[in-house]
């Protein structure tokens, strides 16, 4: 907490890891600014560094190669809707980038980075990258570390803290064949999203042979609940599977959100209801 | 005179667009926020964390060491300079009690969110830090939220000196309810409770005090409403003459009732400045904005009706949470709210009860209805319910109770004398605008494919206009009207804008009135030293009361230029034509500009027959108000009663419990649009309140009276793609009592909008016998209910 903040720039990534190495608890790492940028208006957040990485080459930049997409951490919202790279393979992340809230100077300013080291509960991003097997490079001063974003979420000792810097998302590419879907549920136009779910699937003979769905804005981070819905596999989808997700879902949320959007109870149950249509639009894009 | 003819010389009645427009779109208007001055000092504010608590001792040495700091003020000091700040309406005035209402917490603290101390900085960054550093030692005590329990007599007073958390409690009767009641066919209760939910314009409160060293007096630019009386209320808390104390109120964006006076800030900023001999400036924050409450009423509506739908009585006892005690115009709403029953319908026996309770909620402060929307909520959600009982169609239901329109001027059961009106008229228009029946077929269609489409109506009294005795809510007020001697003409009125566009409806009266062209007038308001004494806007009175008094002051300047023309040209001034600045007289001509020079360079020659200069001013003081106590000892504050009705159409989705309104559909009586463009913005914003009001907007408290709701994350206000398709239809019925029938614009539409809403949304899960009443319809609300509903009768097969 200062009045007096510093404002730092390094050039590289090193200078920058170097510098937050040696940093007390009130540096922060600012980029889009997005998320800091109102707690600082409000008052609720007065850093004593400001460290800009907007000058790191290593975090910009959208690259396919090797067979995997690599998103730089500071590539904002915009270009991810719009980026030819991103849309062609993996358009479900493309899609789920045009949900974020807060309008068009978010989506301007906004990155991807930023998105997923907020963790915020709520944000559109993570959803997608989990069921995408999405990974992260880490950079800090003791080396650069390469986590999937399952493990990013799961295990506390990979926390960012302020030491680290999210330099780029890897992903691999969707098969042509993939129906794909992201639901979102928002109240209104300026609420906050209270449920969302990601959905993959592949089907062959119509019959449902590879399924991967994740929740958002229900539990205090997004989760992948493929493995429970693993009994639709070998099915057609018929009517009686929304009974199965929906029985499903109940037993995973135990730890739901309660705010002024929703109840834990409601949101619970908005966690089937969205996972349903989001696997039905994702069928549905196979036809 | 006035009418809408596009091809018409006369502006009233045209869609003329804002003279004052312009500045707020294209980003140059000047906001008091955007005042700055040499020396310029910031002040932040802090408040209890606490809804109820001693205050044993404060700490400011760590603030005042902090570089930057220039003054840290505590209640205790602030109580040595200044005095507690008179009500806007006192509650003595209504039977009521009154509390002592300072600028700063002295010994406790009766609400989350009350100023405590204020720090005075070079910087805001720096008061805002040093008031973190400011260590209040509190004595926390159990708070009252309840407002049930705060009338129990066990119940700790919130005002330390009273005997209970009653302000007040009045009755509203009339004719003989309980025989009509115990006579009934049927008698339907509805419990209706309105939530909490506020007025949040874009740009919130700001005060900029500035000390003037060389007058000794204070300029205090400000986002104020009404700044003649808030400069007789400083004069009090500052104990300085009002002659040494000068308001300022520039562009302001948007009041809604919040900008009304009786703000501890308003006080603070002056005596701040006064002892720091420089300006102070204090802008709030949204979490500061989102501290004032309103609207929060428990209603226990009776309605006693025959088999045919006809209502006999009314009976309604309720209760409004109006949060701690405030000097601002705020807990009056709930007086309204019952004066205002039994609203448009003809019913004579009446038996309404109000309790308004304080409690250590934050306070409230007027909002946009004033009350006469919770009226429209309780009554239309109840004859809803009503209707769905007795089987009768809600349209036919109303239309069949309503005052007809030759039973005016209309006495109401509590004592109002409603003007004019055609209310089945209007609420029939809105109904064919939106295809009422069509949408009942559709409805039926939607239903076979599981999509559950609700129609919902509602209708608004909404009284335009109001003045309260011995208070400075008046009901007239005044203008200027001054051409100078180029012709251009300069209107100054005593009532101000709050951004919705009444100095354009004065400049087209004022236009046609003196016979000038519009782009010719600049209309100045909002300024206590230039403005002759008004009462600034609220209650609808602008146009109203600046539109009649600057008419009045425009015909006697014209009636000048028309002389002196006349004696200029050598005719008879029966002769002469004066219109859109073009003079005439047969086929003579004079330009307007030589005939005003003339007035004022000829004095003693051709212009000698008229008296310069060329200015006026001019009181417009409307009829049917009236202050003498009846034999009842009731009075009628309100010259005029707009009214509007509204039908919504919603489509609820039954898994989520979400509701998409689909469509909204709003006739409306002002008596005279003198600009419909103007009329229809109105109505359009007041259909948004009603959308949020009746969806999303909720200020929540946790168990210890803490306000959780503090950014637009958690109060959700609609956005524009929330707000579908409105239909806009006209059906006035001029006021006989004002200046061209004028009613009023700026209010009606809240409580109509929002009942319409949340009967359409019960509308729609009537299949599931699901009625909710107890607002806001959020979407885990409905869903709930659904869910309740379908446990409860899990035999009815739906979708």
Redesign the interface.
């Given at each position: 907490m200062s009045l007096y903040p510093q404002f730092a720039k390094p050039n590289t990534t090193e200078q920058a890891s170097q510098l937050l190495s040696g940093l007390s608890t009130g540096a922060v790492i600012i980029a889009g600014g997005q998320e800091i940028m109102p707690s600082v208006n409000y008052g609720h957040l007065m850093p004593s560094v400001y460290v800009d990485i907007n000058s790191l080459k290593d975090l910009v930049g959208i690259n396919f190669e090797n067979n995997e997409l690599s998103i730089g951490a500071l590539t904002v919202h915009r270009d991810i809707q719009n980026n030819e790279l991103v849309k062609e393979h993996v358009p479900l992340l493309s899609y789920a980038a045009q949900w974020v809230g807060g309008g068009w100077q978010v989506h301007n300013r906004g990155t991807i980075g930023g998105n997923i080291v907020s963790m915020h509960p709520l944000y559109d991003i993570i959803p997608s990258l989990l069921i995408l097997d999405a990974e992260v490079e880490i950079i800090s001063a003791a080396g650069t570390n390469r986590v999937s974003i399952s493990d990013l979420l799961n295990d506390t000792s990979h926390g960012l803290g302020s030491k680290s810097i999210l330099s780029k998302i890897i992903i691999k590419p969707m098969s042509k064949s993939l129906g794909w879907a992201y639901e979102k549920l928002k109240i209104t136009s300026g609420g906050y999203g209270s449920a969302n779910s990601a959905a993959i699937v592949e089907t062959k003979n119509s019959k449902i042979i590879s399924l991967r769905v994740s929740v958002g804005a229900v539990s205090p981070l997004p989760v992948d609940i493929s493995s429970s819905l693993s009994s639709l596999i070998g099915n057609e989808w018929n009517d009686s599977l929304n009974d199965i997700i929906t029985s499903k879902c109940s037993s995973l949320f135990d730890d739901a959100l309660s705010d002024q959007q929703g109840d834990d109870q409601w949101r619970r149950s908005m966690a089937s209801v969205m996972a349903i249509r989001s696997i039905k639009a994702a069928l549905k894009k196979i036809e | 005179m006035g009418n809408n003819d596009e091809n018409s010389d006369l502006y009233v009645g045209k869609s003329v667009r804002t003279l004052e427009g312009k500045g707020p779109v294209s980003g140059r208007a000047k906001y008091t926020s955007d005042f700055n001055f040499d020396g310029q000092l910031y002040a932040h504010i802090l408040r209890s964390p606490h809804a109820s608590a001693d205050i044993k001792s404060i700490d400011t040495s760590a603030a005042e060491k902090?570089s930057g700091v220039v003054k840290v003020l505590t209640g205790e000091e602030a109580a040595k300079y200044i005095d507690p700040i008179p009500h806007y309406i006192d509650p003595t005035g209504l039977g009521g009690k009154v509390a002592t209402i300072r600028c700063l917490a002295l010994d406790y603290v009766w609400c989350y969110g009350q100023p405590v101390a204020v720090v005075v900085a070079e910087e805001k960054?720096?008061a805002?830090?040093a008031v973190?550093k400011i260590n209040v030692d509190y004595d926390i005590k159990d708070p009252v939220i309840d407002p049930a329990l705060a009338l129990r007599e066990d119940a700790k007073p919130v005002v330390r000196d009273w005997d209970s958390n009653l302000i007040t409690q009045l009755p509203f009767s009339n004719g003989d309810p309980e025989k009509a009641i115990s006579s009934a066919d049927e008698v339907i209760q509805t419990e209706v409770k309105v939530h909490r939910f506020s007025t949040q314009p874009i740009e919130t409160r700001c005060y900029n005090a500035v000390w003037e060293a060389e007058t000794e007096s204070i300029t205090l630019y400000g986002t104020v409403q009404n700044p003649h009386p808030l400069r007789n209320v400083l004069s009090k808390v500052l104990r300085m003459p009002e002659n040494k104390i000068r308001i300022h109120a520039p562009t302001i964006g948007g009041a809604f009732g919040l900008k009304m006076h009786g703000h501890p800030e308003e006080g603070l900023m002056c005596i701040l400045s006064k002892l720091t001999r420089r300006p102070v400036k204090w802008v709030e924050?949204r979490?500061e904005c989102l501290l004032v409450g309103a609207r929060e009423q428990v209603h226990n509506v009776e309605l006693a009706v025959k088999k045919d739908g006809t209502i006999t009585a009314l009976r309604d006892n309720f209760v409004a949470n109006t949060g701690a005690p405030s000097a601002t115009p705020g807990w009056a709403m709930s007086f309204l709210t019952g004066l205002t029953m039994p609203g448009p319908y003809a019913v004579r026996n009446l038996d309404v009860l109000l309790s308004a309770v304080v409690t250590n909620k934050p306070g409230w402060n007027a909002s946009r209805g004033y009350g006469k929307e919770v009226t429209a909520m309780a009554l239309e959600i109840s004859i809803d319910n009503a209707a769905r009982q007795l089987g009768i169609d809600p349209l036919e239901m109303r239309c069949k109770n309503f005052i007809k329109s030759d039973q005016f001027p209309y006495d109401s059961p509590t004592g109002l004398i409603y003007d004019s009106g055609d209310y089945s008229g209007v609420l029939m228009k809105a109904a064919k605008a939106i295809d009422y029946e069509g949408w009942k077929v559709k409805q039926k269609e939607a239903l076979k494919e599981g999509r559950y489409i609700g129609i919902g109506i509602g209708f608004e009294l909404t009284p335009e206009g109001g003045a309260v005795p011995g208070t400075l809510v008046a009901g007239y007020d005044t203008s200027s009207v001054k051409v100078g001697p180029d012709g251009s003409v300069r209107v100054l009125t005593g009532v101000t804008s709050p951004g919705s566009g009444n100095p354009t409806g004065i400049a087209q009266i004022v236009a046609d009135e003196l016979g000038v062209k519009l782009d010719t007038i600049e209309v100045i308001q909002g300024d206590t030293t230039t403005c002759p004494y008004g009462f600034g806007n609220a209650s609808g009175r602008s146009t109203i009361v600046g539109g009649g008094s600057a008419a009045k002051a425009a015909k006697k300047v014209r009636e000048k230029i028309i002389k002196v023309a006349a004696a200029l040209m050598e005719v008879d001034e029966k002769t002469v034509n004066l219109i859109q600045g073009n003079i005439t007289s047969g086929d003579k001509s004079i330009s307007l500009e030589e005939v005003c020079y003339a007035v004022y360079t000829r004095a003693y020659d051709v212009a000698s027959v008229v008296e310069p200069p060329l200015e006026s001013t001019a009181t417009f003081k409307p009829g049917l108000i009236r202050h003498t106590p009846d034999e009842n000892g009731r009075i009628n504050p309100y010259p005029s009663y707009s009214n509007a009705g509204f039908i919504a159409i919603t489509e609820v989705d039954i898994?989520?419990?979400?509701t998409k309104l689909l469509k909204i559909s709003v006739a409306h009586d002002c008596g005279k649009a003198i600009n419909p463009i103007l009329v229809e913005g109105q109505a359009n914003g007041a259909i948004s309140f009603g959308i949020g009001g009746s969806?999303?907007e909720?200020i929540?408290f946790d168990e210890n009276g803490r306000q959780?709701?503090n950014?637009?994350?958690?109060y959700?206000?609609?956005?524009?793609?929330?707000v579908p398709e409105i239909l806009q239809s006209h059906h006035d019925s001029p006021n006989p009592v004002t200046y061209m029938g004028l009613k009023g614009a700026g209010e009606a539409g809240v409580g109509g909008s929002a009942s319409a809403i949340v009967n359409s949304v019960n509308n729609a899960l009537s299949p599931f016998g699901v009625l909710i009443t107890d607002l806001p319809l959020?979407?885990?609300r409905v869903?709930?209910a659904i869910q309740l509903a379908r446990k409860n009768q899990p035999q009815r097969k739906v979708a």
């Open positions: - | 902090i960054r720096i805002q830090y973190s924050s979490e898994e989520t419990g979400q969806m999303s909720n929540v959780l709701t950014n637009f994350m958690d959700v206000m609609p956005r524009a793609h929330d959020t979407a885990p869903w709930a």
